[in-house]
Structure formats: C-alpha cells, structure tokens
C-alpha cells in the first residue's frame, strides 16, 4: 500500500515538476506587455529619430536659403543705391545750370528738367550700366524690380517712350506686391497714352485697378475716364466721373472729375 503512495506522490511531483517547468517557458501577460512596450517604443524612437533628423534637415536648408536670399538682396540694394548716386552725379554734369539753383522744396530734384527730350543713355551712362546690371543680375529682388521702374521713368520722362515702355512692362511682369504691380501697370497706360495709343492704355490702366490696390484707384478711373475721352466714349467717359464723384465725395478726386465731365 505504501508504494502506490509513494508512486502517487512521486507522480504529483513529476506532474507539478512539469508544470512548474512549462510554466516558466510561457512568458505572462505582464512580461508581454513590457517587452511590447519597448519593442514599440525602439521602432517609434527610430521612426521619430528620422522624423527629426528630416525636420533638422529641412530647417538647416530653410535657414541657409533664407540667408542666402537676405544676402542676395542687401547685395542687390547696395548695387542699386550705387546707381542712384551715379544718376545723381551724372544729372548734375548733364544739367550744369541746375546744380546751384535754388530748389523749390516742395518738388522734387529731378522736376525741373524732368520732360526734357534728351538721349538718356549718353547723358546717363554709368547709371544705366548700373541699373540694367540690377534688373539683370538680381531679376527676383526687389531691387530688380525697383531698377526697372527706375529705368522706365527715366526713358519716360525724357521723351524716349517706346524704351520706357519696355521697361515698365518688365517691371510689371516682375512685381512681387499688389502696389508694384498696379504701379507698373499704370506706368505702362500713361507711357501708351504718350505713344497716342488710348486703347491700349485703357486696356493697362483696367488691369492696374484689377489688381485691387485702394491707394492707386482714384488715379486709376481718371485714367480711365480720360482714356474714354480719346476714344470718344463720352458716355463711357461720363459714366466713370460720376463713379468718381460717388466713391469719394467731397475730395480732390471729386472735384477733378466734376471739372473734367463739365468740358466735355
């Protein structure tokens, strides 16, 4: 009888033995857990580490364009303020008279020989080299736009229209802001209303006050109106006064259009 019990005994214990055994190969939850818990957290922290390392990529990239075109422009300002001096040492040679007249503060320098025909690139040499080397070396800053603008008004107020006109259309094609676009554009209209060409300043002046610059508007529909007016619209041309006269009363605009509507 004692061997069954000892056989019995020594069965639970091979039995428990076996189990105990089995037991401590199968991982429990909580080791499962954990061990997913890392596992995940080493693939993310390599997912995340190479999230960083494109972000501190593209921010490096971002800060060297950013200086890189921050240098381009002061570049492009200090070439286009040489030129500036250049065109104001050159005026002084090319009107003599002028350089110790007394100014009328209330006009600018360049007013009192402004409208005079003259062959602008051999009166101002330097200063055109310099301003062409703006718009063509820096087409993307705004020094390149403003030494389009610059080389417009210069043709323009000398006479020379059609060069004007290239230049102004240059300048509009490179505008960055609403201002510089409506400026180009209505610089084109008043170069075109120059070259006796109503139509095709009418046509620039709409486009200017499309682009939606407020400043510019009361300008602009004068333009327009006056630009009926040569075309002989003048039901077209009264039309625009009296819009004028509506959008600001009481002002110089109003006044203007009231006058110019009267003579027709």
């Not at 259309?169 to 960055?176: F, L, P, Q, R, T």
């Amino acid at each position: 009888m004692r061997k069954p019990q000892n056989m019995m005994s020594t069965g639970e214990n091979v039995s428990d033995s076996h189990l105990e055994r089995k037991a401590l190969k199968r991982p429990d939850s909580f080791t499962v857990a954990v061990s997913g818990f890392f596992t995940d957290l080493l693939q993310n922290t390599r997912g995340l580490v190479m999230i960083l390392g494109v972000m501190i990529a593209a921010g490096v990239a971002l800060s060297w364009y950013s200086n890189q075109r921050d240098t381009v422009s002061h570049q492009a300002m200090d070439i286009f303020y040489q030129a500036e001096k250049l065109l104001e040492q050159e005026s002084k040679k090319a009107f003599p008279q002028e350089a110790g007249a007394k100014q009328d503060p209330s006009t600018k320098k360049s007013e009192s020989h402004a409208f005079l025909s003259i062959d602008v690139d051999s009166k101002f040499p330097q200063a055109i080299a310099k301003l062409r080397e703006v718009s063509d070396r820096f087409p993307k800053a705004r020094a390149g736009f403003e030494a389009r603008m610059q080389l417009g008004s210069l043709y323009f107020d000398h006479g020379q229209f059609e060069k004007a006109l290239d230049w102004f259309i240059k300048a509009e094609s490179s505008g960055a802001e609403k201002v510089d676009r409506a400026a180009a554009l209505s610089s084109m209209g008043y170069t075109q209303e120059s070259l006796g060409k109503p139509s095709e300043a009418l046509a620039s002046f709409q486009k200017a006050i499309s682009v939606g610059e407020v400043s510019m508007k009361g300008d602009l529909l004068l333009a327009i109106a006056r630009c009926y007016e040569s075309i002989h619209d003048l039901a077209k041309a009264r039309s625009i006064y009296d819009q004028v006269s509506k959008e600001f009363p009481g002002g110089d605009y109003s006044k203007t259009a009231e006058l110019l509507k009267s003579r027709i």
